[in-house]
């Protein structure tokens, strides 16, 4: 055989064997850490199905209750907290997730270096006990601290362990596995304001808690069976990995995520107070539901065009059009609008919303570190959580239906600003990562 047919042959096999290994990739996934160490995962499979179940049941309990303050804020204000203003009844709220989102400094390199299974019994305990005793608070202090401390540390113990255990097991599919994961989250939304609105009236507000502590304790028992990790733990080191803001994307979006949720969440704790004070009765309470239903539809929609078009083309969209549908609020004061605006802005929120793991974890060196670096994230997030609601309430104000309504446009145009500095931080991130106009990224 000549010199140039074994040159042949050995290109044909080189050729084959490359091919063979982008079908590899292409079915399991794998990245490179910045150090070149490879990382597999199964992106599929019944074990990776089961961790993303359990982890939809853990969404429900905590993200699903971050997103359900609007509700609790609308019956404290209506009923068991009559005689305070909307500003005073909101820091129960926004403290609650300020505890919630700064404690995950902590939990995200807890779960990195223990696993989950731990964190997630201890997050049922901490919110079955704490609906429990919400059962029996009738004064402000009471309600107030219930939410703050019990409810905030077992929603942080829910919080990271599925999304840190998700990206555990897909990678390429990454962006449908966040969505999915995150629609455990609006079911949540959408259940928990359900049962606070109707049952009250029929049963009362205790036993509307004792009721949402059993579904608690049911839900927080299977994602803890469910749940589990598959990379082994991080190696040894410090706890906490801020060099890691040294990274401009890392920053970028750790930075946007309180501009971000200063928009949404304000968005979601009032939506149901301008209804009422815009005369919707009965259909007020449900603005917020509608929100939460579109943007489960939302999450599912940005995680699979995520995968084909890019986390972070996806989220600018997604922020962009938030920020859009914000100023419109402006213009609308009568319930057909209300309700269109509420399904828009709810399916346009799935993205960002969706998606702030995934951004995290496509901007960090080392995705072994993603509780920590999701964790340090989220604290930054807390600022947002904790001034975010009191200081749009602030700017309603209390007064009469009228003199409230009537500033209302300051605070959305206020939140709606904060949306646009998070849209401009996330391009940003896009930007250090490939100044390709059309990448996907």
């Not at 901490?126 to 009471?142: M, T, W």
């Not at 049952?199 to 994602?223: E, H, Q, Y």
């Not at 609020?329 to 057909?336: H, I, N």
Request: glycine share 10%; charged share 10%; with cysteine.
């Amino acid at each position: 055989m000549s010199l140039r047919r074994y040159a042949s042959v050995f290109s044909e096999g080189i050729s084959e064997a490359e091919a063979e290994k982008e079908d590899v990739e292409e079915l399991v996934g794998v990245q490179v850490t910045e150090e070149g160490e490879e990382i597999v995962y199964p992106d599929g499979g019944m074990q990776a199905w089961l961790v993303l179940a359990g982890g939809f049941c853990a969404a429900i309990c905590a993200f699903g209750l971050a997103g359900s303050v609007g509700a609790f804020q609308s019956y404290y204000a209506q009923n068991l907290l009559q005689g305070y203003s909307a500003s005073t009844i909101a820091w129960i709220g926004s403290t609650q997730a300020a505890v919630c989102f700064s404690m995950c400094l902590f939990t995200g390199p807890l779960f990195d270096r223990y696993g989950c299974r731990p964190l997630l019994a201890g997050g049922t305990v901490l919110l079955v006990l704490a609906f429990v005793l919400l059962s029996f608070c009738r004064e402000y202090y009471q309600i107030f601290l219930v939410h703050a401390t019990l409810m905030a540390m077992g929603m942080d113990l829910m919080f990271i362990v599925p999304m840190g255990a998700v990206g555990q097991w897909f990678f390429l599919r990454r962006g449908l596995a966040f969505g999915i994961l995150m629609m455990g989250s609006s079911a949540g939304a959408i259940v928990w304001p359900l049962l606070v609105a109707n049952l009250p009236p029929r049963i009362g507000f205790a036993w509307t808690c004792r009721l949402i502590a059993l579904l608690m304790a049911l839900l927080g028992t299977a994602s803890a069976l469910l749940v589990k990790t598959r990379l082994p733990p991080r190696p040894p080191g410090p706890f906490f990995l801020f060099a890691e803001f040294r990274n401009p994307a890392y920053a970028a979006v750790a930075l946007s995520f309180p501009f971000l949720v200063f928009g949404f969440f304000s968005f979601l704790t009032f939506i149901g107070t301008y209804g009422a004070l815009a005369g919707l009765g009965p259909l007020a309470p449900y603005l917020l539901m509608i929100t939460n239903g579109a943007s489960a539809f939302g999450r599912l929609a940005a995680g699979i065009a995520a995968d084909m078009l890019g986390t972070f083309n996806v989220a600018l969209v997604g922020i962009g059009a938030m920020a859009v549908l914000s100023f419109a609020w402006l213009a609308m004061d009568t319930p057909a609008p209300l309700i269109a605006l509420c399904c828009l802005y709810g399916f346009a929120s799935g993205a960002p919303v969706s998606l702030q793991g995934p951004m995290v974890t496509a901007s960090a060196s080392d995705p072994r570190h993603a509780g920590t670096l999701i964790g340090q994230a989220l604290m930054v997030q807390s600022i947002a959580q904790l001034t975010g609601p009191p200081i749009f309430g602030a700017i309603v104000g209390a007064g009469s239906p009228g003199e409230q309504l009537a500033r209302f446009p300051h605070a959305i145009v206020f939140g709606s600003c904060m949306l646009l500095v998070a849209w401009c931080l996330v391009a940003a991130a896009r930007l250090y990562r490939t100044r390709e106009l059309f990448a996907i990224i």
